[in-house]
């Protein structure tokens, strides 16, 4: 199983990207995605997609990170296995190494895979 994310670069103020985050090899899984980034030196942070919500966290949800929401937009095709954000209206401070993490389940899926990170750069 595999995952690589793509579609990072760089970009001024105001313009737009779309990561594309696609899982190989494992056909026979259900996918579920979510978008983080991570800057040097800081936390790694959620951005978009879908995460475990609920008391014992068995209900799916997708969000939005606050600082991204109404700039970002999340989407995945489950029969493709693949993860899209769009990200418009980039700022500064959305430069990040932008991470995948898939979540794969079934029988013998591996559950969280997360890829090498693709870079957002905005001046």
């Known amino acids: 199983v595999q995952l690589v994310e793509s579609g990072g670069g760089s970009v001024q103020a105001g313009g737009s990207l779309r990561l594309s985050c696609v899982v190989s090899g494992a056909t026979a899984c259900n996918f579920t995605a979510s978008w983080y980034r991570r800057v040097p030196g800081k936390e790694r942070e959620f951005v978009s997609g879908f995460t475990f919500v609920g008391s014992v966290n068995s209900e799916l949800s997708m969000r939005y990170a606050d600082s991204v929401a109404g700039r970002f937009t999340f989407s995945q095709d489950n029969t493709k296995a693949t993860a899209y954000l769009q990200m418009n209206s980039l700022k500064p401070e959305d430069t990040a190494m932008y991470h995948c993490?898939?979540?794969?389940?079934?029988?013998?899926?591996?559950?969280?895979?997360w890829g090498r990170g693709t870079q957002v750069t905005v001046s």
């Open positions: 993490k898939a979540y794969l389940s079934g029988s013998g899926c591996p559950g969280d895979i």
